[in-house]
């Protein structure tokens, strides 16, 4: 048997494999799937994953585009992070990682919903969820800016000794005079609109200061970076 034949019958036994894998794969369904699991939805509706995932039972399981899927998960607002696994021959896991509630927001309509750290709306809020967050609400149409400033405050007030996230009752957002602060034990600090960070600080440097004395404020004023007005209890 001469090369040329062996090139021949070679050939002829590659074809005859892939006709038979084309059996096996498409007309027995070996790779179809059959079973979906998604782990980690806790506030998003595993349904409303799957129809942004685009497959069901019934997908070849060989030729979707993981990555696809995931860019379409990832619209979902909970969704900070998703990990796919094809467990051949028929099995797909979708694992997600979703965030958490930061604060409430109350617009202008008196519709309430979850916002997340970046000022996100998650979804409406209800009480299966729990409603013990730092409320924000709105006095006039939403300005995003005004939320991400409010959503500021609480971000500093996480990591803060003298002010924390738990002591914030309510934010007011009005278009006009920006934010008040109002906290659990009944003080009230007037930011106004815009660099907060710098305004945190000098509130901050307040309560430090009125500790020191054993004095306690009923407001501080400070929609000026560079100066405020504090009111005590006396």
């Given at each position: 048997m001469n090369l040329g034949e062996n090139i021949l019958i070679a050939v002829v036994f590659a074809t005859y494999i892939a006709i038979a894998a084309f059996f096996v794969v498409f007309k027995l369904n070996y790779f179809q799937i059959t079973d979906i699991k998604v782990v980690g939805a806790k506030n998003s509706s595993e349904a409303e994953l799957l129809r942004r995932a685009g497959i069901r039972a019934g997908y070849t399981n060989i030729f979707f585009s993981t990555n696809k899927l995931k860019m379409q998960i990832l619209k979902n607002p909970w969704i900070t992070d998703v990990?796919?696994?094809?467990?051949?021959?028929?099995?797909?896991?979708?694992?997600?990682?979703?965030?958490?509630?930061?604060?409430?927001?109350?617009?202008?309509?008196?519709?309430?919903?979850?916002?997340?750290?970046?000022?996100?709306?998650?979804?409406?809020?209800?009480?299966?969820?729990?409603?013990?967050?730092?409320?924000?609400?709105?006095?006039?149409?939403?300005?995003?800016?005004?939320?991400?400033?409010?959503?500021?405050?609480?971000?500093?007030?996480?990591?803060?000794?003298?002010?924390?996230?738990?002591?914030?009752?309510?934010?007011?957002?009005?278009?006009?005079?920006?934010?008040?602060?109002?906290?659990?034990?009944?003080?009230?600090?007037?930011?106004?609109?815009?660099d907060i960070r710098t305004k945190w600080k000098n509130v901050e440097k307040i309560i430090t200061h009125s500790l020191t004395i054993n004095m306690k404020e009923k407001y501080i004023h400070i929609d000026r970076a560079t100066m405020g007005v504090v009111g005590f209890n006396l």
């Open positions: 990990n796919v696994r094809k467990e051949y021959p028929r099995k797909v896991i979708i694992e997600v990682t979703e965030q958490f509630p930061f604060c409430l927001l109350i617009d202008h309509k008196g519709d309430m919903y979850y916002l997340s750290k970046k000022g996100v709306i998650l979804a409406e809020a209800n009480f299966s969820n729990g409603l013990d967050f730092p409320v924000l609400i709105s006095k006039g149409i939403e300005s995003q800016q005004l939320i991400k400033n409010a959503v500021q405050v609480l971000s500093l007030s996480a990591s803060s000794n003298v002010l924390s996230w738990e002591e914030i009752s309510e934010i007011n957002i009005d278009p006009i005079y920006g934010l008040k602060v109002f906290t659990r034990d009944k003080r009230r600090i007037d930011f106004g609109k815009g």
